[in-house]
């Protein structure tokens, strides 16, 4: 469905910020991208939906095909309409509006969503927000506004699903429930997710297929089971090695041991 064909991507016309990153997203999976903080795995994610355009940045090589058509350097509103819709790290929500009109205001961006179908479709999936659908958005927890972030998503009819960090700031119970419900939407809607998400354990559990970025590049790939039990992504990302569990600090010669980095 989704594919990038070394891709560069370059802010301000100087900083050079992705370095020939290719990947696909097969249709009806989910697929994974980890990293560490600061790897590009957002700018990947903003090349696809055409968000870099208003950061002063563009894809200067390669290209990003959507369905077999070039997609690349598009206005963001123009690549929603083909089914595209990123969900942003942070939630992005409009805090003075209750949290249905914010739902409503997702409906917006697909010209011939049934918003009474949508509504139902998010409250289906996170019975929550039925129940705070009059309260304000900045009055909600930190997990029921992701799962507010995520139904706005839906009101568009997603095709292809970006999810940027969801994890981010949430109880490790709650992170869990909201991959919980991405396996389902995936499963039961049929809708293709590209997954970017530091917490790699996580990510590589609900996802068929992984990519692990380092410094703007994709510097290894494979099934999601072969990553969880690749000795250096264990150590590196998932906190384990043959004695343990180990804390990243405890890791003295992390880049010179990466057998990628070699």
Not at 58 to 63: F, K, M, Q
Not at 71 to 82: F, G, Y
Not at 204 to 212: N, R
Request: aromatic share 6%.
């Amino acid at each position: 469905m989704l594919t990038l064909n070394n891709i560069e991507v370059v802010f301000w016309g100087t900083i050079l910020v992705l370095k020939g990153v290719s990947l696909q997203v097969p249709a009806g999976s989910v697929t994974a991208l980890i990293g560490a903080n600061g790897a590009g795995k957002t700018t990947t994610l903003k090349a696809v939906c055409g968000l870099i355009r208003l950061e002063r940045g563009e894809v200067t090589r390669g290209s990003v095909e959507f369905e077999g058509r070039r997609i690349e350097n598009r206005l963001p509103e123009d690549v929603a309409r083909r089914g595209i819709v990123m969900v942003r790290e942070g939630r992005r929500l409009f805090e003075e509006l209750a949290a249905e009109e914010n739902l409503l205001v997702g409906a917006s961006a697909h010209r011939r969503a049934d918003s009474r179908e949508g509504l139902e479709l998010v409250y289906t999936y996170f019975p929550r927000l039925r129940d705070r659908r009059r309260v304000r958005a900045g009055y909600l927890s930190g997990g029921e506004q992701q799962m507010l972030a995520i139904g706005c998503a839906l009101m568009a009819r997603p095709r292809l699903l970006l999810l940027d960090e969801p994890s981010l700031g949430l109880a490790p119970l709650v992170a869990q429930e909201i991959f919980r419900l991405v396996r389902r939407l995936n499963e039961q809607e049929g809708i293709t997710i590209l997954l970017v998400e530091q917490n790699a354990r996580m990510a590589l559990q609900v996802a068929s297929y992984g990519y692990v970025m380092e410094n703007g590049k994709i510097v290894l790939d494979g099934p999601a089971e072969r990553l969880r039990e690749d000795p250096d992504v264990r150590e590196f990302y998932l906190g384990m090695s043959k004695a343990g569990r180990r804390r990243f600090t405890e890791v003295k010669s992390y880049k010179r041991r990466k057998r990628w980095l070699a």
